[in-house]
């Protein structure tokens, strides 16, 4: 009795050993099972777009600089002293507006003496002409010689000559108190002064005159660039194969944007084109002709041009945020029917209205990752939101501002 007594202590020990065990093994179980259980990821949500189609035309730039329509120097044609000034420095002038003032009362005295002149030498006309025609009532009766007349008939062309020739100064002296006023010989904007009043204004025709101002056309506005050999002769063949790109003038319809503009918003026309080809750089000069009624183009600006390159032809665009770069290659990621990603290279086109063209790799009904591209790898399985190309390019535009 007392050793079976003292065995069911033992067994009770062990029996609750094994059960505290299994206890044990049956907690670190559900552990895991939880732990697996949370560890299980989600799909990421991506937006994704089908491409836009649109018409567009491939076209070529060029970086290039304004110039002016016309330039002038404003030089005086008389030599004086410069009296007065009657415009500010950098303003708007209008044809005709007067510029400039040279002291006139030298030119004054002039004028006066010429005229005076020419009443002279009209008064030795008139008494030319009456001493003539006496001579001719007397050489009937022989009371005269015929040298005498000849005499008289000379003087009188020597005194219509002297007439020609003072009016003649009477005209220039007029002119030269006229060239005293400097006026503006065409509309744009002027210069800064060269001069001061008081200081001596060297006039003439000659290349010693004194520079008194400029003036630079502003509205139209020339802009010139220069294209190489084989860029002239594609659009050369393009004029031939596509009249549809030009005007009803025939010149070509260009576009421009400013250094510190995203898109090209100022629309002109080709206007010019060298006749011959630069034989040390291979390119030829091209210009265009744009309104600028505002006075925001200046001679000088730097700009780019876009020239159409080809015929209007349909095209695939995205947002430029869905084009990722591997090494050399660029590439998107497409989602196919079963949400799983895949890698499509394609090929880059220009910018058009805030998209990009795809020139080859993708398709139509391609739905093509343009948000989240950076939560995604090729072979991934995701959960994707429909957008569209558009929308998702202005997001993107505002998130990088």
């Not at 069911?8 to 093994?25: H, M, N, Q, T």
């Not at 002279?120 to 005269?144: F, T």
């Not at 003649?168 to 108190?177: F, G, H, S």
């Amino acid at each position: 009795m007392t050793s079976r007594m003292h065995s069911l202590p033992r067994l009770s020990r062990g029996a609750a050993l094994v059960a505290l065990l299994g206890i044990g093994f049956g907690l670190a179980g559900c552990g895991q099972g939880n732990s697996k259980t949370a560890a299980a990821p989600q799909p990421p949500q991506v937006t994704v777009a089908r491409p836009v189609m649109k018409t567009v035309v491939d076209q070529d730039e060029y970086v290039g600089r304004f110039v002016a329509v016309d330039a002038i120097e404003v030089r005086a044609r008389v030599s004086g002293y410069l009296d007065s000034v009657h415009f500010k420095d950098g303003q708007m002038v209008k044809k005709g507006d007067l510029l400039f003032t040279i002291d006139r009362r030298p030119f004054q005295n002039a004028l006066d003496q010429s005229r005076a002149s020419l009443e002279q030498a009209r008064a030795n006309l008139a008494y030319a002409e009456a001493d003539l025609a006496r001579a001719q009532n007397l050489i009937g009766g022989r009371v005269i010689s015929e040298q005498t007349l000849e005499q008289r008939t000379q003087a009188k062309r020597v005194a219509e000559a002297n007439v020609s020739a003072q009016e003649a100064a009477l005209r220039q002296a007029a002119l030269d108190l006229e060239f005293t006023e400097l006026r503006a010989p065409l509309a744009g904007r002027i210069g800064d002064r060269r001069v001061s009043p008081g200081n001596l204004v060297t006039g003439g025709t000659t290349g010693t005159t004194t520079l008194l101002a400029t003036i630079q056309s502003t509205d139209p506005m020339r802009f010139e660039f220069t294209l190489d050999e084989a860029s002239y002769l594609r659009y050369l063949r393009l004029a031939k194969t596509a009249p549809d790109l030009a005007n009803d003038g025939g010149q070509m319809p260009v576009k421009l944007k400013l250094l510190d503009e995203k898109t090209f918003t100022h629309a002109g026309r080709m206007d010019f084109v060298d006749n011959a080809i630069d034989r040390s750089t291979g390119t030829i000069r091209g210009r265009a002709v744009l309104a600028n009624p505002d006075g925001t183009f200046t001679p000088g600006m730097f700009a780019r041009i876009q020239v159409a390159a080809g015929p209007a032809e349909e095209a695939l665009l995205l947002p430029d945020v869905a084009v990722g770069t591997e090494q050399v290659r660029k590439y998107v990621l497409v989602v196919d029917e079963e949400d799983v990603t895949r890698t499509k290279y394609v090929t880059l086109g220009p910018m058009v209205d805030g998209l990009r063209v795809i020139a080859s790799g993708i398709g139509a009904e391609d739905r093509v990752i343009v948000n989240g591209l950076m939560r995604t790898r090729p072979g991934m399985k995701v959960a994707p939101q429909m957008s569209t190309a558009a929308a998702s390019a202005a997001a993107g535009g505002a998130r990088s501002n």
